[in-house]
């Protein structure tokens, strides 16, 4: 791919970003379809944010995305935010929209919801009003739980938490998509009923990530059952204990790649009006 005058460029803002596997997945995406654009990371400390920010608009970025520890703080410094994204608290990316006769704005959106939904479609188990849980209550546990809510309307939604407190808050927080009064908060040592009785289970902690990859959420593998789907977040390694222990019981598993992949490709959508070339990226992470 050519870098010239009028290539447009979409960056990382993060602390730490050398991690990231999203300029792999979007410029991947850009040479595969002839898209003149480059994507960056770009490591910024807190209190560079609202530069970082206002140089988005002075360079007339074609975008951007957002990740820790900036997703709460960054709202406050865009035009607009979507639905979701005000729901959710958290901004993960952001668009810019040309309007006539007036500024370009910066527009924020959360495409973690969209992502991880995306792979629970391709699932043959019923889950419109089942039981559900959610390992965690960070800030991956608020997209998870914003998302089961507008979807599926659970009859019951349990928080495991090793702080109840954080837990509580986030069922605040999002009280106004609880219509049903389906949240519930727990702690570990407390959660085994909700585990067997939940059609999905979600681990929404970083349990299981390399280089520790034998922790999980739940080591009580036997509480897993066949008609169960558990959805692991972690995308390194591919397969985790969780997603291990649980298809050894019969459990339909969904990897964290699935999602990672999938809020990138609502990200790019948005950046460039095509569909992004999925099949492509997921080689180009493995082969990495």
Do not use: C
Not at 88 to 95: F, H
Not at 134 to 152: E, K, N, P
Not at 209 to 215: L, V
């Amino acid at each position: 791919m050519d870098i010239d005058a009028t290539t447009r460029v979409v960056t990382l803002l993060g602390h730490p970003v050398e991690h990231s596997q999203s300029p792999r997945i979007h410029n991947t995406a850009f040479r595969a379809q002839d898209v003149n654009a480059v994507y960056v990371a770009t490591p910024v400390r807190a209190e560079d944010l609202r530069a970082a920010v206002d140089g988005l608009r002075a360079l007339q970025f074609l975008g951007a995305n957002v990740t820790v520890p900036h997703k709460e703080v960054v709202r406050s410094l865009l035009d607009t935010v979507s639905e979701r994204a005000a729901a959710v608290g958290a901004v993960n990316t952001i668009v810019r929209e040309t309007r006539a006769g007036g500024p370009d704005r910066l527009r924020g959106d959360n495409t973690d919801v969209e992502g991880f939904l995306a792979p629970l479609g391709g699932v043959g188990a019923p889950l419109d009003g089942a039981p559900m849980l959610v390992f965690g209550a960070g800030g991956a546990a608020r997209a998870v739980v914003y998302g089961l809510l507008d979807r599926y309307t659970p009859e019951r939604l349990t928080l495991v938490a090793r702080r109840p407190e954080q837990a509580e808050q986030l069922a605040a927080d999002l009280s106004g998509q609880d219509a049903q009064e389906a949240l519930r908060v727990t702690t570990f040592a407390d959660a085994a009923p909700a585990v067997r009785s939940s059609r999905l289970l979600v681990n929404a902690t970083p349990l299981g990530m390399a280089p520790t990859p034998e922790e999980t959420p739940w080591p009580a593998a036997d509480d897993f059952g066949a008609d169960q789907v558990a959805y692991d977040l972690v995308y390194a390694p591919e397969e985790t204990r969780f997603l291990r222990d649980a298809a050894a019981q019969g459990a339909t598993p969904i990897g964290g790649l699935d999602m990672l992949v999938e809020q990138a490709a609502a990200a790019y959508a948005q950046w460039t009006g095509a569909e992004m070339p999925r099949e492509t990226v997921y080689q180009a992470l493995r082969d990495a």
